[in-house]
């Protein structure tokens, strides 16, 4: 068996509150399915992306004339104040909105009695295929279950198997979710909850308050015994294997939906094999689209092994490369390019109340997908542009009502159904920069596949509207440069105004946040009109939008500073490192283009190094190795990586928010919620570490740790269309890089590490720099002579 994408455990799920959270996840980017591996009761959480509950949608009142007051008090000194202007007119005028938050659709259980104690026990996760397997032996009888969700035929496919004299007895019954999962008093569960099984099918339905019906139909399938129909659910006996195969629908009538699921589920194979031949042609063309491999041992080894290594000291390679593969599985399998966008918890959620299941702009989002473009998976980001464009006109409802402009204003949290603003935190309503900074996404989407019709008719005119919002909402000084007020530099409070840990007051002016996102924005507007042709009239207003936009500031040390305003002191006691955008994860500012200026901001992410680990989390330190790798320290990405590894990663390896287990690092809270953003952000800082690419140049290994001597990586795919393939080797001092252009032969520039000393079968002369190496549709292929000084 291949291990090193191979997920495996010794023990089912074991925490008692919330068991969905050490479950084995799989899911097809609508469906999400979590395993908890027991022998005799088995629980397989099941999940819809569609279905959620709670959220209170009001018409958002204009407070636009308020805006004027806001600024007057900023203006004078009075931050506080005008902290709370526009979040108290918005609650004097009755607004109480709600975040809806997932709900679960419900849990299959499947309970088969034991004849003697269980025994070599495996639960496991084979990232390749999306296939979760859970195998005991039961006397001198071997069983498994194993389990994946289509993405060919959207529905779970379970397979129960045994190898030995005894046969399979099973009860399965479908039902809704544990109701012990919620932290809060209150939650009025679901009603009208009714399970049928009748011949070979379970019927499963209950109430969203909203009176619409969710459930699902599961058609059960046997060789060799008989099934009987009970009030508990539908049994098998003497069976040789047992087949299940359940389709979900999340609104609707329950009779009218079970009709039509029985009736697709009857145009399906009744094939475990079958089906999961058709899901993994999908699954893994995605997944195996690119690859990372540094030659690491011990890829046999379980997760429990492999942390308690991390535990001591040094994260064995194994569970690098898996932490990558899982990042990269996850969002394969909680993302689909006509879906919703994953949010924190990806498509595996159980809480009835769930913390922060929402979509978060203000890092949490982009983050989850910074791996898409560079790891070869662009159609995944599609998810995201059509939610955005789905909901745009409450976007622009948000803009004109709180501060009277044209554009688009997206707030930091959003849901499916609705775009308002439902949070009324006066760091959440001061937060302008959520369009902006999707609309890199965008841009880099284009630069990444050349796709000038997506270019011309989706990403161009949502990039216009959130400039649209910057023309109005930007004011002038009296040296004729722009003023951001109000302003927020997510979610710091200036250090005038802290007071201490979880003590905020964010509302300031000229973050200089928001005019990176804006310069960026503009710089990618004009550059796309040129390209094609549109918007041409507005290239001169974006022209002198850019000069107006005031210069980088720097403190007395060299640092830049994170507001552009002199009321507004610096505070260096924060997870966030917003001012740092124009270096990760824009590309405005390299040590080639403005190395004064790349200096500064460096020297504002190494000034953040002094917070403390306490007062981390686990994205933060998955953006803090982002951020070394763009830098060119991996050793200390790498680092980071490893903190992370001991502090915020369960045994099934998804990633939590805070210090869950009083370890000291990370924040304190009473809930420790999932939070995938730590996943998907390993992935990527390991593909920052790999290869960085501005159109046109491509830097190699710009941040190779030392500890990698020998790997492989790619294809990569790089911004202007070139997918790069990398394999390494210190001690036959070797680099080879494959490159391809998937956009027509062009010239590129490509800056080598330092350890390349020179061209191997060339008498050329060689720099570390070379320009405009030739590439087109037929690979080229260069060999480098790569000899590392050891640290």
Not at 109 to 128: G, V
Not at 404 to 417: H, M, N
Not at 592 to 600: C, G, H, N, V
Not at 682 to 695: C, G, K, N, R, V
């Amino acid at each position: 068996m291949n291990t090193k994408h191979l997920i495996s455990m010794n023990y089912p799920a074991s925490w008692w509150r919330s068991l969905w959270r050490e479950a084995l996840p799989s899911g097809n980017g609508r469906i999400g399915a979590a395993v908890y591996g027991g022998v005799h009761e088995e629980t397989v959480l099941l999940n819809h992306e569609d279905l959620w509950w709670g959220g209170v949608t009001m018409p958002l009142p204009d407070v636009s004339e308020r805006l004027a007051e806001t600024r007057r008090l900023l203006n004078e000194g009075q931050a506080p104040e005008a902290d709370k202007v526009l979040s108290d007119a918005l609650k004097g005028l009755g607004y109480q909105p709600k975040l809806a938050s997932p709900l679960p659709l419900g849990d299959l259980k499947i309970f088969m009695p034991l004849r003697r104690a269980f025994r070599s026990y495996k639960r496991t996760l084979q990232m390749e295929n999306g296939e979760v397997s859970v195998s005991w032996i039961d006397g001198d009888t071997r069983y498994e279950r194993r389990l994946f969700v289509s993405r060919a035929a959207d529905a779970i496919v379970m397979d129960i198997r045994k190898w030995g004299p005894h046969s399979i007895e099973a009860r399965l019954r479908m039902q809704l979710h544990d109701k012990r999962d919620f932290r809060k008093s209150g939650i009025v569960f679901p009603e009208g909850e009714e399970m049928r099984s009748t011949g070979n099918t379970i019927y499963y339905a209950a109430q969203h308050p909203d009176g619409n019906d969710f459930g699902g139909v599961a058609r059960v399938i046997h060789r060799g015994g008989h099934t009987s129909s009970e009030q508990l659910g539908l049994t098998v006996k003497n069976a040789e294997s047992i087949f299940v195969i359940i389709k979900l629908f999340t609104r609707g009538n329950r009779e009218n939906e079970w009709h039509r699921l029985d009736e697709e589920l009857s145009s399906l194979p009744m094939c475990y094999d079958t089906l999961l031949s058709d899901h993994v042609l999908e699954h893994g063309r995605l997944f195996q689209a690119m690859e990372f491999d540094i030659a690491a041992v011990g890829r046999e080894l379980s997760n429990e092994e492999l942390l308690m290594q991390a535990y001591q000291g040094e994260t064995p390679d194994a569970l690098i490369e898996k932490m990558w593969a899982y990042g990269r599985y996850l969002l394969i399998s909680s993302s689909r390019a006509e879906g919703q966008p994953c949010h924190l918890y990806g498509l595996w959620f159980g809480d009835y109340d769930a913390v922060w299941a929402f979509h978060m702009v203000n890092e949490n989002l982009q983050m989850m997908y910074w791996q898409a473009l560079s790891g070869n998976m662009t159609e995944l980001l599609l998810a995201v542009f059509n939610y955005m464009e789905k909901l745009i006109d409450d976007f622009r409802v948000n803009a004109r009502h709180l501060y009277g402009c044209r554009g688009i204003f997206i707030p930091a949290p959003s849901v499916p159904g609705s775009g308002l603003l439902k949070h009324t935190s006066s760091h959440i309503i001061h937060w302008t920069g959520g369009a902006g900074w999707v609309s890199q996404h965008y841009y880099d989407y284009y630069l990444h596949t050349g796709d000038l019709a997506f270019l011309r008719e989706r990403a161009l005119p949502f990039m216009r509207e959130a400039a649209l919002f910057y023309e109005d909402f930007f004011t002038m000084d009296d040296d004729g440069y722009w003023m951001s007020s109000p302003s927020n530099s997510p979610e710091n409070t200036p250090g005038n105004y802290w007071k201490g840990p979880g003590m905020s007051m964010g509302t300031t002016m000229n973050a200089t946040m928001d005019f990176a996102i804006a310069k960026e924005l503009l710089t990618h507007l004009i550059e796309g009109a040129q390209i094609t042709g549109m918007y041409l009239e507005d290239i001169s207003t974006w022209r002198q939008m850019l000069e107006r936009i005031p210069p980088y500031q720097l403190t007395e040390d060299g640092a830049v500073r994170e507001w552009m305003h002199p009321y507004f002191e610096e505070n260096d006691h924060h997870r966030h490192e917003s001012h740092v955008y124009p270096v990760f994860p824009g590309t405005e500012v390299t040590r080639e283009s403005d190395p004064i200026l790349y200096k500064a901001f460096v020297k504002s992410i190494e000034k953040r190094l002094g917070l403390g680990l306490k007062e981390q989390s686990g994205w933060s330190l998955a953006h803090m190795a982002n951020n070394y790798a763009r830098m060119g320290q991996g050793d200390s990405a790498l680092e980071c990586l490893e903190t992370l590894a001991r502090s915020c990663v369960m045994n099934n390896l998804i990633t939590l928010h805070n210090d869950w287990r009083g370890m000291g690092i990370g924040v304190d809270m009473d809930w420790a919620p999932v939070q995938l953003d730590a996943n998907m952000g390993w992935t990527s800082a390991i593909q920052e570490m790999l290869l960085f690419s501005i159109p046109g140049e491509l830097r190699i290994l710009p941040a190779l740790p030392v500890r990698w001597r020998k790997g492989k990586a790619g294809p990569l795919l790089a911004r202007g269309g070139v997918e790069c393939t990398l394999e390494w080797d210190v001690s036959e001092e070797r680099l080879d890089i494959v490159l391809r252009s998937t956009q027509g032969c062009k010239p590129i520039d490509l800056l080598l590490p330092e350890a390349a000393v020179g061209l191997r079968d060339s008498s050329d002369k060689f720099e570390l720099k070379l320009r405009q190496v030739a590439i087109s549709e037929a690979p080229l292929h260069l060999s480098v002579i790569f000899r590392r000084v050891e640290a």
